[in-house]
Every structure is written in structure tokens, then in C-alpha cells.
């Protein structure tokens, strides 16, 4: 499916929109470039499944962890290009059976996840325009 968003608001309401089909143990993968609205559409389904605290980009760690309804984990991997370098057991605080995980640039986790409940992506489609595939 892909829908076409006008604004950062209509992003977030597509990620809430997602995060009613998500339970425990799901993991969302969630691409495009820079600036696309990665985070965006993460923080609208973190807000639907619970979670009141801003939502932001994690800066000087891979991930954020939220207590929402259930766990919600957010990873942004942009500045690892591959997990195997690193130690595989840097997800495992944050892709566990009980959350509900995003992750941002996921590429290097992709080898070492069991489990990809949905893949997002979302496309600069000039100005505020983005389109989304999911
Ligand atoms: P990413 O995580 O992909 O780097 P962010 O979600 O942090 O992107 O930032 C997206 C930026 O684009 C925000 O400043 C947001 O307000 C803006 N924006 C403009 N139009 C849209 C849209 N249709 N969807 C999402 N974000 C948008
Ligand atoms: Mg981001």
C-alpha cells in the first residue's frame, strides 16, 4: 500500500493508524532519507500505543525505550553500517518479545532480527509532500 502524506501530522496519523495492527514482540522497519520522516511517523504510533513522553531521535544512544501500553523501543542505526562489527546484543535492551520496536536505518540490524512484522518506507516527494509505502 502507498499513501501520500501533506504534512508531519498527516505522517504521524498514518503511524497511528499502523500502530493499532502491532502487538508484543512486532518489529517495524522504517527507511528513507534524511529528513523523509522516519521519526515523524514513529513518534504518531509510539503516541497511539501509549507511550506520553516526547518522542525524539536518539542522539548518543542507538535506541530509546518508552512505557507506553506495552514497551516501545525505538532504534536509530544510521551511524552503524554493520551490527557484526559491533556486538549483535546491542538490540537485545531493545528488540525483546514484550515491545513493540521501530527501527530507523535498519539495515545492519537486519541480519540479526528473527522477526520483521512490517517495513516502512517513506519518500521526499517534493515540499512537504512524502510518499509512503508500507
Ligand atoms: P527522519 O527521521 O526521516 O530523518 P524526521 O521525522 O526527523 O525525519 O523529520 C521530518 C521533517 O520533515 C520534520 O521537520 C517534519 O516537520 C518535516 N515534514 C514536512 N512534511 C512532512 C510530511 N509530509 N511527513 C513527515 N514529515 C514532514
Ligand atoms: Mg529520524
Known amino acids: 500500500m502507498t499513501e ?6 498527516e505522517t ?8 493499532a495492527e502491532l502487538r508484543p514482540g512486532d518489529v517495524v522497519l522504517v527507511s528513507g532519507e534524511l529528513g523523509a520522516g522516519k521519526t515523524t511517523l514513529i513518534r504518531g504510533a509510539a503516541h497511539a500505543l501509549g507511550v506520553s513522553e516526547p518522542v525524539t531521535s536518539p542522539t548518543f544512544t ?16 544510521y ?10 546484543a546491542l538490540l537485545d535492551d531493545y528488540v525483546t518479545p514484550e515491545a513493540v520496536s521501530f ?13 520483521v512484522t512490517r517495513r516502512v518506507e517513506i519518500r521526499h516527494a517534493g515540499g512537504d509532500l512524502r510518499e509512503i509505502s508500507y
Open 79 to 88: 551511524r552503524l553500517t554493520d551490527l557484526g562489527h559491533e556486538d549483535p
Open 103 to 115: 527501527i530507523e536505518w535498519p539495515s545492519a540490524a537486519e541480519p540479526w532480527l528473527e522477526r
Open 62 to 77: 542507538i535506541g530509546h525505550t518508552y512505557s507506553g501500553r506495552v514497551p516501545v523501543s525505538h532504534l536509530d542505526l
Open 4 to 9: 501520500r502524506t501533506k504534512s508531519a501530522a
Open 12 to 19: 504521524e496519523a498514518l503511524g497511528e493508524r499502523l500502530a
